[in-house]
């Protein structure tokens, strides 16, 4: 089936170290979003991707870092900069023009304990 | 810069309509949404409505938008205990196709 599949689903961080979350997409989209939710906050976009090799910063880039080597994959960083990490991070695809439809990742919850 | 507001909580009792509002504030958005988030789960794309339409209906939900005064409106007919989840609303980013979403409205319904 055709979708984006981010893993894990639950991610426990010790404070000081570097954790990566993994989204995928087959659905031949050129763009790809990292958004973090927190509670009351809505949806707030850390990066962005419209095509391969290149991404931009989003509102709330500090902190986290990502690579798109593969038109299919856009994985986040969240390192130890980011003070407060813990959240539920949203991956989401288009097909890339204004307009399409974008279509959302089941998300991880990242806990730093 | 951009904005988009809604209301947090909504309460209606099953069977009920629904009615979940949104103001934005860029003129230039081509596209306006409306997504569903049920608990621990990502978005789920309700609807969509183009911004030279005035209202897009697709079975129990109909779309409201008054361009004139930024405002956006989703109705849901007959409300199902199913319907209860967390709505966004969001507006396209003209220049990035980007979405500016609100903090999102959630809805309780009361058997």
């Known amino acids: 089936d055709g979708g984006i599949t981010q893993s894990p689903k639950y991610l426990f961080r010790k404070e000081g170290q570097n954790v990566t979350l993994s989204c995928e997409q087959n659905?031949?989209?050129?763009?790809m979003y990292w958004y973090r939710q927190d509670p009351g906050q809505g949806l707030r976009l850390i990066y962005y991707?419209?095509?391969?090799?290149?991404?931009q910063k989003g509102d709330i880039a500090e902190g986290y870092s990502v690579s798109r080597e593969k038109k299919e994959s856009f994985p986040l960083t969240v390192t130890s900069a980011q003070k407060n990490p813990t959240a539920f991070y949203l991956c989401a695809s288009t097909q890339g023009s204004t307009g399409n439809t974008i279509y959302f990742g089941e998300g991880s919850w990242l806990t730093v304990v | 810069g951009e904005d988009v507001e809604q209301s947090l909580f909504l309460s209606v009792r099953e069977g009920d309509s629904s009615v979940i509002n949104c103001t934005y504030t860029?003129?230039?958005?081509?596209?306006l949404y409306w997504y569903k988030q049920e608990p621990g789960a990502g978005l789920q794309l309700l609807t969509y409505i183009f911004s030279n339409m005035d209202m897009k209906q697709d079975q129990r939900l109909t779309v409201l938008l008054n361009k004139k005064d930024k405002h956006l409106s989703l109705r849901i007919a007959d409300t199902q205990t199913g319907d209860s989840a967390i709505y966004f609303c969001a507006e396209s980013d003209g220049s990035q196709g980007n979405l500016i979403f609100g903090k999102g409205t959630k809805l309780s319904v009361k058997p």
């Open positions: 991707s419209q095509i391969v090799n290149d991404f």
């Open positions: 860029d003129s230039s958005s081509t596209y």
């Open positions: 659905l031949n989209h050129d763009a």
